[in-house]
Structures are given as structure tokens and as C-alpha cells.
């Protein structure tokens, strides 16, 4: 069992920053950690995934080079670091955890096994 909770949403402009909290618990070490966001009338698209061993950070193409994905074992925390943040951000962003059996599908979000309840991200123009 994993337990997450998301935080660090808010409103912000267009070009802003903002970075996500994700607060994990239980079985973390053996499952990578993942962010989706779902947009009014739109399904959940993944957004970047790490492992909680290590890794290479993985990210979809409409972040790249705005959004880091990083992680505190310390604190089992990851963080999602969102920089240049444009209107198609606006979204609910889901932290999710996969099982590490389906490493290498980071992108899948059948692969992710539990959830967070969500945090709100709204960028405004």
C-alpha cells in the first residue's frame, strides 16, 4: 500500500512558477513516482515520472525543458517544479505511484496503482 498527498496548487499568471508537493507513504521504495494532470473535458495525460531509487527522469513532451520532476527520500517527498507555465497547464495534477514490475512504462497511467485526491493548478492569462 501507498499512501499520497499532493499540495503546492494555486492560481498564478502566465509565465509563473510553481512546484508540487507530493508526500508518500508505505511501500514507496518499491515503486516509481509519477504526475498526471487532467483538464476540464479532457482525460489524464501523464506528465513526468521518476523512481524512487534513481533514474532518469522521464517527461512528456509538452514540459520538457518547463516542468523537473526531483525527489527528497529524506522526506518521501517528490516535487514537480513548474516553471514557464502557459494557460494549457491549467489542470488538476495527480501524483501517482507504479509498482517497479512495469518499469520502463512511465507514460501508461494503467500501470499506476494508486493516487492522490489532486491538487489545482490554474494559470491565468
Known amino acids: 500500500q501507498v499512501q499520497l498527498v499532493e499540495s503546492g496548487g494555486e492560481l498564478v499568471q502566465v509565465g509563473g512558477s510553481l512546484r508540487l508537493s507530493c508526500a508518500a507513504s508505505?511501500?514507496?521504495?518499491?515503486?516509481?513516482l509519477g504526475w498526471f494532470r487532467q483538464a476540464p473535458g479532457k482525460e489524464r495525460e501523464f506528465v513526468s515520472a521518476?523512481?524512487?531509487?534513481?533514474?532518469?527522469?522521464y517527461y512528456a513532451d509538452s514540459v520538457k525543458g518547463r516542468f523537473t520532476i526531483s525527489r527528497d527520500n529524506a522526506k518521501n517527498t517528490v516535487y514537480l517544479q513548474m516553471n514557464s507555465l502557459e494557460p494549457e497547464d491549467t489542470a488538476v495534477y495527480y501524483c501517482?505511484?507504479?509498482?517497479?514490475?512495469?518499469?520502463?512504462?512511465?507514460?501508461?497511467?494503467?500501470?499506476?496503482?494508486?493516487w492522490g485526491q489532486g491538487t489545482q493548478v490554474t494559470v491565468s492569462s
Open positions: 501517482a505511484a507504479q509498482p517497479q514490475s512495469y518499469r520502463g512504462y512511465y507514460a501508461n497511467i494503467r500501470t499506476y496503482y494508486y
Open positions: 508505505g511501500r514507496i521504495s518499491e515503486h516509481a
Open positions: 521518476i523512481s524512487w531509487s534513481g533514474g532518469t527522469p
